[in-house]
């Protein structure tokens, strides 16, 4: 059988993160059938959202960056597509991977579909059931545009089942007659992967930054709904800071670049209150294998991150959601993650009720048995067999 090739799609952080387990698959159990063609639309470029990634994960540099940058969502969108086709008719793959919810999933899944390149979606099927988010637009019209679909829970299986997706389909799958598996997640993988290199690091990037284990609060902020709300920024922020004062804990915080920004121009009194407060520690981003420690050995996680939800949960963490709903809805249903929206009080009520009680949570198996990628491969192979 002659090599399958797989144009791989990244653009955001989570992306690469997420494709480093697809690669290091290929890597260990399939170089022989399939060959990969890594393309970075550049959606994401500063060092420490993209380059510290490659490096520090074991991914081979970009076959292609296509340097598209930041850009208001039609402009990005649209670049970021012609830079996709114009790699699609060089390369000519047979297929294409595409990873989550961003604008670079949406644009490779429009490129590669409309040239009639079969689209690989992992992350398939989760829904906030909010169509003001740009995920929740770019997750549906993404799925419709593929002919494999791995969806990582029960939650997300259901969901393309609800939509019209039918998993009795049979070969050959094609984009109007896909095909829907139930995977368990990459980033599981991930984690189990890359928790025993983190730990190696344990020592020095804690003394580093001064925490102890168990005696912090990991909190990420960066949805567009949260950093360009100067409300929702500010309740959320001043809240959290009269917790940490209250409790007498450390937040420790690696914010998004967007998270920055705004605190600078819309907040500036208030982010120099935060930089000044001794319990506050407002970090640039941080690596993968030194978010692991900080999960790891954080007392609980706050965040409007899809992926440092399910991470809480990986790391056995309690977690409170700065959002109004989540896609990971079985965080939720387990009682191990909380939705508080931007509401002080149910963020204080939560937080005081949720730093006493992590001793005593339970987090079932939800996302696999770390082996997704694996799996994924493994069917990709299979269509193409067929
Ligand atoms: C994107 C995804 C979001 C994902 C997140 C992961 C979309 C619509 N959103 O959000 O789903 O959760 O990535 O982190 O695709 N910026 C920098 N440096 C960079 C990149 C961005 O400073 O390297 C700043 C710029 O001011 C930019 C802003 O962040 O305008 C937003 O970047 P963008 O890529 O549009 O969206 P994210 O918020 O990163
Ligand atoms: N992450 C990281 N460093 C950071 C913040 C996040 O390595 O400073 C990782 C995190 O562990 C997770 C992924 O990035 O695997 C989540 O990305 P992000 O929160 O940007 O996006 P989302 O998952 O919400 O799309």
């Not at 914010?255 to 819309?266: A, V």
């Not at 009194?269 to 000044?276: A, K, Q, R, S």
């Not at 959002?323 to 939720?332: A, G, N, P, Q, Y």
Request: charged letters at 25%; one cysteine or more; a negative charge.
């Amino acid at each position: 059988m002659p090599q399958i090739k797989i144009l791989n799609l990244v653009g955001a952080r989570p992306q690469i993160i997420k494709a480093s387990a697809i690669s290091r698959a290929i890597r260990t159990g399939f170089a022989e059938h399939i060959k990969e063609v890594l393309v970075h639309t550049g959606q994401h470029y500063d060092k420490e959202l993209s380059e510290i990634f490659f490096d520090e994960l074991e991914i081979h540099k970009p076959d292609y960056n296509l340097g598209v940058g930041s850009a208001g969502h039609g402009k990005q969108t649209s670049m970021m597509i012609t830079g996709i086709e114009e790699v699609l008719l060089k390369e000519r793959p047979d297929c294409v991977i595409v990873y989550g919810d961003t604008n670079s999933t949406l644009a490779g899944s429009l490129a590669a579909s409309k040239l009639h390149f079969p689209v690989i979606h992992i992350e398939a099927g989760l829904r906030s059931f909010n169509k003001t988010m740009p995920e929740e637009l770019n997750r549906i019209m993404s799925d419709h545009a593929s002919t494999l679909l791995f969806a990582p829970t029960n939650a997300a299986f259901k969901n393309l089942m609800n939509e019209g997706f039918r998993p009795e389909n049979s070969p050959p799958y094609t984009i109007n007659n896909p095909k829907i598996y139930l995977t368990g997640d990459i980033m599981y993988d991930n984690s189990l992967f890359f928790a025993g290199l983190a730990n190696r690091k344990k020592r020095k990037f804690l003394s580093e930054l001064a925490l102890e284990s168990d005696r912090f609060i990991l909190t990420t902020i960066h949805r567009d709904a949260n950093t360009d709300d100067v409300n929702r920024l500010k309740q959320i922020l001043v809240t959290l800071r009269s917790l940490a004062e209250k409790t007498d804990i450390t937040l420790v915080m690696p914010f998004h670049p967007r998270t920055i920004i705004s605190l600078k121009s819309k907040l500036p009194d208030l982010y120099e209150e935060l930089c000044d407060s001794d319990l506050i520690k407002i970090i640039p981003p941080v690596s993968f294998l030194e978010m692991i420690l900080l999960e790891k050995n954080s007392r609980m996680i706050i965040t409007d991150s899809g992926g440092v939800q399910k991470e809480s949960h990986f790391f056995k963490k309690p977690c409170i959601i700065l959002r109004k709903e989540t896609e990971w809805i079985e965080l939720v249903i387990n009682g191990t993650s909380v939705l508080v929206d931007a509401d002080p009080d149910r963020i204080s009520t939560e937080f005081l009720r949720l730093i006493e009680s992590h001793a005593t949570l339970e987090y079932p198996a939800f996302y696999g048995n770390g082996k997704a990628a694996e799996f994924i491969l493994n069917e990709i192979v299979l269509m193409f067999e067929k």
